[in-house]
Protein backbone atom coordinates (compact mmCIF):
# COMPACT_ATOMS: atom_id res chain seq x y z
CA UNK A 1 0.00 0.00 0.00
CA UNK A 2 1.43 3.64 -0.66
CA UNK A 3 2.42 5.34 2.05
CA UNK A 4 -0.47 7.27 3.77
CA UNK A 5 1.63 10.02 5.82
CA UNK A 6 0.06 12.77 3.20
CA UNK A 7 -3.03 11.95 4.29
CA UNK A 8 -5.07 14.29 6.68
CA UNK A 9 -8.95 14.69 7.78
CA UNK A 10 -11.04 18.11 8.06
CA UNK A 11 -13.64 17.87 9.72
CA UNK A 12 -14.89 14.60 6.74
CA UNK A 13 -14.61 17.33 4.35
CA UNK A 14 -12.57 16.63 1.22
CA UNK A 15 -9.28 18.18 1.51
CA UNK A 16 -7.60 20.92 -1.15
CA UNK A 17 -4.22 18.77 -1.91
CA UNK A 18 -3.64 20.89 -5.11
CA UNK A 19 -0.83 22.99 -5.28
CA UNK A 20 -1.64 26.88 -4.46
CA UNK A 21 -2.85 29.47 -7.38
CA UNK A 22 -4.83 27.22 -9.15
CA UNK A 23 -8.67 27.27 -8.56
CA UNK A 24 -10.17 24.16 -8.17
CA UNK A 25 -12.79 23.03 -10.13
CA UNK A 26 -15.79 21.11 -8.04
CA UNK A 27 -17.50 19.82 -10.42
CA UNK A 28 -14.34 17.94 -11.30
CA UNK A 29 -13.81 16.93 -7.82
CA UNK A 30 -17.51 15.52 -7.33
CA UNK A 31 -16.54 13.44 -10.73
CA UNK A 32 -13.63 12.03 -9.16
CA UNK A 33 -14.95 11.34 -6.17
CA UNK A 34 -18.67 9.72 -6.93
CA UNK A 35 -16.26 7.75 -9.98
CA UNK A 36 -14.03 6.29 -6.65
CA UNK A 37 -17.65 5.29 -4.51
CA UNK A 38 -19.11 4.19 -8.06
CA UNK A 39 -16.20 1.39 -8.51
CA UNK A 40 -16.38 0.45 -4.75
CA UNK A 41 -19.95 0.10 -4.90
CA UNK A 42 -19.78 -1.91 -8.07
CA UNK A 43 -17.45 -4.55 -6.02
CA UNK A 44 -14.20 -3.13 -6.96
CA UNK A 45 -11.22 -4.09 -4.61
CA UNK A 46 -8.71 -0.98 -3.74
CA UNK A 47 -5.97 -3.43 -4.59
CA UNK A 48 -7.37 -4.34 -8.16
CA UNK A 49 -8.87 -0.19 -8.59
CA UNK A 50 -6.24 1.86 -10.86
CA UNK A 51 -6.77 5.65 -10.83
CA UNK A 52 -7.28 5.26 -14.77
CA UNK A 53 -10.09 3.22 -13.70
CA UNK A 54 -11.33 6.24 -11.73
CA UNK A 55 -10.32 9.02 -14.63
CA UNK A 56 -12.45 7.21 -16.85
CA UNK A 57 -15.66 6.80 -14.72
CA UNK A 58 -15.36 10.34 -13.98
CA UNK A 59 -14.47 11.69 -17.63
CA UNK A 60 -11.54 13.42 -15.94
CA UNK A 61 -7.69 12.73 -17.04
CA UNK A 62 -5.58 10.52 -14.72
CA UNK A 63 -3.17 13.91 -14.24
CA UNK A 64 -6.49 15.69 -12.94
CA UNK A 65 -6.62 13.14 -10.28
CA UNK A 66 -3.03 13.27 -9.19
CA UNK A 67 -3.10 17.19 -8.88
CA UNK A 68 -5.66 16.33 -6.02
CA UNK A 69 -4.80 13.17 -4.17
CA UNK A 70 -1.63 11.37 -4.08
CA UNK A 71 -2.90 8.19 -3.56
CA UNK A 72 -6.03 5.93 -4.22
CA UNK A 73 -5.67 5.76 0.09
CA UNK A 74 -6.57 9.31 0.41
CA UNK A 75 -8.99 9.96 -2.52
CA UNK A 76 -10.65 6.97 -0.83
CA UNK A 77 -10.73 8.84 2.28
CA UNK A 78 -12.27 11.86 0.79
CA UNK A 79 -14.69 9.54 -1.03
CA UNK A 80 -15.92 8.05 2.46
CA UNK A 81 -16.34 11.47 3.55
CA UNK A 82 -18.30 12.70 0.64
CA UNK A 83 -20.70 9.74 0.99
CA UNK A 84 -21.02 10.16 4.64
CA UNK A 85 -22.51 13.86 4.51
CA UNK A 86 -22.59 16.86 6.61
CA UNK A 87 -22.40 16.59 10.53
CA UNK A 88 -25.74 15.70 11.77
CA UNK A 89 -27.33 18.37 13.90
CA UNK A 90 -29.92 17.02 16.57
CA UNK A 91 -32.91 18.58 17.70
CA UNK A 92 -32.52 18.40 21.45
CA UNK A 93 -35.85 17.67 22.93
CA UNK A 94 -36.12 13.73 23.14
CA UNK A 95 -32.47 11.45 23.57
CA UNK A 96 -35.39 8.95 21.51
CA UNK A 97 -35.95 10.53 18.85
CA UNK A 98 -32.62 12.66 18.39
CA UNK A 99 -30.94 8.66 18.70
CA UNK A 100 -33.84 7.54 16.15
CA UNK A 101 -32.81 10.47 13.68
CA UNK A 102 -29.18 9.38 13.89
CA UNK A 103 -29.55 6.09 13.45
CA UNK A 104 -32.02 6.49 10.49
CA UNK A 105 -29.55 8.72 8.80
CA UNK A 106 -27.00 5.45 8.58
CA UNK A 107 -29.52 3.65 7.23
CA UNK A 108 -30.79 6.30 4.84
CA UNK A 109 -27.47 8.13 3.28
CA UNK A 110 -26.76 6.04 0.27
CA UNK A 111 -26.98 2.67 2.05
CA UNK A 112 -27.13 -0.32 -0.08
CA UNK A 113 -23.89 1.56 -2.07
CA UNK A 114 -21.99 2.68 1.05
CA UNK A 115 -22.79 -1.26 2.44
CA UNK A 116 -20.80 -2.33 -0.36
CA UNK A 117 -17.98 0.44 -0.17
CA UNK A 118 -17.64 -0.43 3.84
CA UNK A 119 -16.92 -4.24 2.82
CA UNK A 120 -14.08 -2.93 0.29
CA UNK A 121 -12.54 -0.76 3.39
CA UNK A 122 -12.55 -3.04 5.91
CA UNK A 123 -9.77 -5.46 4.07
CA UNK A 124 -7.70 -2.66 3.95
CA UNK A 125 -7.89 -1.04 7.66
CA UNK A 126 -6.99 -4.81 8.54
CA UNK A 127 -3.42 -4.38 6.90
CA UNK A 128 -3.00 -0.80 7.26
CA UNK A 129 -3.13 0.71 10.71
CA UNK A 130 -2.39 4.02 9.29
CA UNK A 131 -5.64 3.50 6.72
CA UNK A 132 -7.44 2.53 10.28
CA UNK A 133 -6.99 5.51 12.08
CA UNK A 134 -7.52 8.04 9.46
CA UNK A 135 -11.28 6.49 8.48
CA UNK A 136 -11.29 6.43 12.36
CA UNK A 137 -10.69 10.22 11.70
CA UNK A 138 -14.10 10.07 9.49
CA UNK A 139 -16.32 8.67 11.48
CA UNK A 140 -15.43 9.41 14.72
CA UNK A 141 -17.41 13.39 14.82
CA UNK A 142 -20.52 11.26 13.72
CA UNK A 143 -19.88 9.18 16.80
CA UNK A 144 -19.50 12.16 19.22
CA UNK A 145 -22.55 13.78 17.98
CA UNK A 146 -24.40 9.93 19.49
CA UNK A 147 -22.15 10.63 22.68
CA UNK A 148 -23.30 13.60 23.15
CA UNK A 149 -27.23 12.88 23.00
CA UNK A 150 -26.28 10.13 25.46
CA UNK A 151 -24.27 12.74 28.11
CA UNK A 152 -27.43 14.96 27.40
CA UNK A 153 -29.70 12.30 28.64
CA UNK A 154 -27.56 11.28 31.53
CA UNK A 155 -27.82 14.76 32.51
CA UNK A 156 -31.33 15.11 32.25
CA UNK A 157 -32.24 12.24 33.70
CA UNK A 158 -33.62 10.85 30.91
CA UNK A 159 -30.66 7.55 31.30
CA UNK A 160 -29.11 5.95 33.53
CA UNK A 161 -26.52 7.82 35.32
CA UNK A 162 -24.23 5.00 35.08
CA UNK A 163 -24.69 4.30 31.39
CA UNK A 164 -21.52 3.28 29.18
CA UNK A 165 -21.42 5.44 26.83
CA UNK A 166 -18.95 4.19 24.19
CA UNK A 167 -20.91 0.73 24.89
CA UNK A 168 -24.44 2.16 23.75
CA UNK A 169 -22.40 3.48 21.15
CA UNK A 170 -21.16 0.56 19.75
CA UNK A 171 -24.93 -1.11 20.73
CA UNK A 172 -26.23 1.57 18.34
CA UNK A 173 -23.90 1.53 15.13
CA UNK A 174 -22.89 -1.68 15.19
CA UNK A 175 -26.29 -3.23 14.33
CA UNK A 176 -26.99 -0.33 11.78
CA UNK A 177 -23.73 -1.32 9.99
CA UNK A 178 -24.41 -4.50 9.69
CA UNK A 179 -27.62 -4.19 8.79
CA UNK A 180 -26.20 -1.63 6.08
CA UNK A 181 -23.80 -4.41 4.69
CA UNK A 182 -24.63 -7.68 5.14
CA UNK A 183 -28.58 -6.87 5.52
CA UNK A 184 -28.35 -9.40 8.78
CA UNK A 185 -31.62 -9.73 9.69
CA UNK A 186 -34.13 -9.04 6.55
CA UNK A 187 -37.03 -9.65 8.57
CA UNK A 188 -36.87 -6.12 10.21
CA UNK A 189 -38.22 -3.71 7.69
CA UNK A 190 -36.06 -0.75 6.63
CA UNK A 191 -38.89 1.84 7.61
CA UNK A 192 -38.74 0.61 11.53
CA UNK A 193 -35.11 -0.05 11.96
CA UNK A 194 -34.05 2.85 13.78
CA UNK A 195 -36.87 2.72 15.97
CA UNK A 196 -36.87 -0.74 16.82
CA UNK A 197 -33.08 -0.37 17.38
CA UNK A 198 -33.07 2.59 19.67
CA UNK A 199 -36.00 0.97 21.29
CA UNK A 200 -34.28 -1.69 22.07
CA UNK A 201 -30.97 -0.74 23.13
CA UNK A 202 -32.93 2.11 25.26
CA UNK A 203 -34.81 -0.55 27.41
CA UNK A 204 -31.30 -1.28 29.61
CA UNK A 205 -30.06 2.60 28.96
CA UNK A 206 -33.84 4.20 30.54
CA UNK A 207 -33.28 5.30 33.44
CA UNK A 208 -35.95 4.18 36.42
Known sequence: MDTMTTLSVNDGAAQDRKAPGR?????????????????????????????????????VGKATIYRRWPNKEALLIDAIATMKGPLPEPVGES????????????????????????ACIFPEM??????????????????????EVLRRGVRTGELRADLDIEMTVLMLSGPALAQNMLRWNPHVPDDDFAEK????????????
Open 23 to 59: PRNARADEAILNAMIALLGEGQSLDGLSMEAVAAKAG
Open 95 to 118: VRDDLVMLVAIMRQKRMAQYGRVT
Open 126 to 147: VKSPEMYRVYQGVIDPRREVMR
Open 197 to 208: LVDAVLRGATAS
